[in-house]
């Protein structure tokens, strides 16, 4: 699913604190960005332990050439990942330090392997187990791709050394933090199904006022997890809720599409036939068309398109992140009918994304027969940075609107 244009590095070893925990995140004078997060892996019996982190700096204009962490500036783009190799101590515990400006990252380990730098293929996988992701478990880890792996953290804004802020991906501690249910449904179609369904903070069943929904899908690959473990969905509701931004009154549920293979027909015979009305019955879920709302990235815009043409009149609001109909079989012709239809449809992609010829061409067939979208190609590629930030200017800007 994705391709990257930066070159992986080895990243420069900074002084480590003998206490610090894997993952922790502290102030730094010595650090460009104002901060370093602190990576540790305890395996003694380990002979080597490389980190995957979800970035890797460039310049606008040259994408092709990455930067040493240390080096990074302001106005540097987030455009790919990166591997580090860390240092055994004498305790046993590998550790690294890298210099990251504000926002969510994802990370994981590979231990062992003998290839170069970034040839991890004979190397084991693992998340942080001092930082596991949102319900996850071992047996899930079995021939999965690599999202299924990262751990997150999130580092602050620094106002004097950085200029992007992202704050709104941060976890909130206090009486704003929802909270996400796992819940497990079913049908003869698609047999048992896990989904993730985030709860605004003061989610109230018998409220009068049923709530919206709001379905989110991942990317190829993905699983259902995906949108709170490394897409920051829930943080970024929290945010927005607390300030004002995004009312508290949606629910957004996270299906698994990898698992329905992201066809549609099954989708929406499972989601509007068990899951919905099990929400409408369970969670005071709208049963108003008006109410809902169909999102996915990647894979998951393929799928959305499928809904958006097959299933019109079950969605009122479709959004299309990174691709728009690939791998859905939908031809141009397909979408002439949606101008008598009361739909709202947005298409985003970032400015260096491996879908944006997809989005840019749909977007040209929708304007041709004259069908309202608004559109937007921020963030950079084809990467959980890009989506973290649309998913924000969408729940803010767009939903509902």
């Known amino acids: ?23 922790e995140v502290m102030e730094s ?15 003694a019996e380990a002979s080597r332990v490389r980190l995957y982190g979800e970035w890797a700096y460039c310049k606008a204009d040259d994408p092709s050439v990455v930067y040493p962490n240390e080096e990074w500036e302001p106005g540097m783009i987030n455009n ?57 478990d071992d047996e899930m880890q079995e021939g999965q791709g690599g999202d299924y792996y990262l751990s997150t953290i999130y580092v602050p804004f620094d106002a004097e050394k950085q200029t992007d802020d992202y704050t709104v991906q941060a976890p909130r501690e206090d ?20 989904l993730a369904l985030y709860l605004p903070y003061n989610f109230d069943a018998n409220r009068e006022e049923p709530y919206k929904l709001f379905i989110l899908f991942h990317g190829g690959g993905g699983f259902y997890a995906n949108w709170v473990n490394n897409g920051a969905a829930d943080n970024i509701a929290d945010n927005l809720i607390a300030e004002g931004k ?13 698992a329905m293979s992201f066809n549609p027909d099954n989708i929406h015979e499972f989601l509007v036939g068990t899951v919905q009305p099990y929400l409408y019955e369970n969670y005071n879920v709208s ?13 998951g815009s393929g799928l959305t398109s499928g809904i958006l043409v097959h299933y019109t009149d079950d969605y009122k609001y479709y959004y299309n992140m990174s691709g728009a109909r690939r791998g859905s079989g939908i031809e141009d012709e397909d979408y002439a009918f949606l101008k008598e239809k009361d739909v709202v ?11 944006l010829d997809d989005v840019e061409g749909v977007l040209a067939v929708l304007e041709s027969y004259e069908i309202p979208v608004t559109k937007a190609f921020d963030g950079v590629g084809h990467s959980w940075f890009t989506w973290r930030i649309n998913l924000a200017d969408y729940l803010e800007n767009y939903l509902w609107k």
């Open 175 to 194: 009486e704003y933090k929802g909270t996400v249910e796992f819940l497990t449904l079913s049908n003869d179609t698609v047999g048992e199904q896990k």
């Open 1 to 23: 699913m994705k391709k990257w244009l930066c070159v992986t590095l080895v990243a420069a070893m900074m002084a480590i604190p003998s206490m610090a925990v894997s993952g």
């Open 287 to 299: 049963e108003a068309v008006e109410d809902h709302a169909f999102c996915g990235l990647s894979a």
């Open 80 to 136: 790919g990942g990166s591997y580090y190799e860390m240092e055994k101590g004498e305790d046993g515990v590998f550790s690294v330090s890298v210099p990251l400006p504000n926002g969510l990252f994802g990370y994981r380990f590979y231990i062992g392997g003998e290839g170069e730098l970034n040839d991890v293929k004979d190397a084991t996988v693992s998340w942080d187990p001092a930082n596991k992701p949102q319900n996850m």
């Open 345 to 355: 449809i947005r298409m985003t992609a970032g400015p260096l994304d491996i879908a």
């Open 29 to 43: 004078e010595d650090s460009p960005t104002g901060y370093v997060a602190v990576f540790t892996y305890d395996d």
């Open 246 to 258: 995004f009312d508290d009154d949606t629910l957004i549920l996270m299906p698994d599409g990898t």
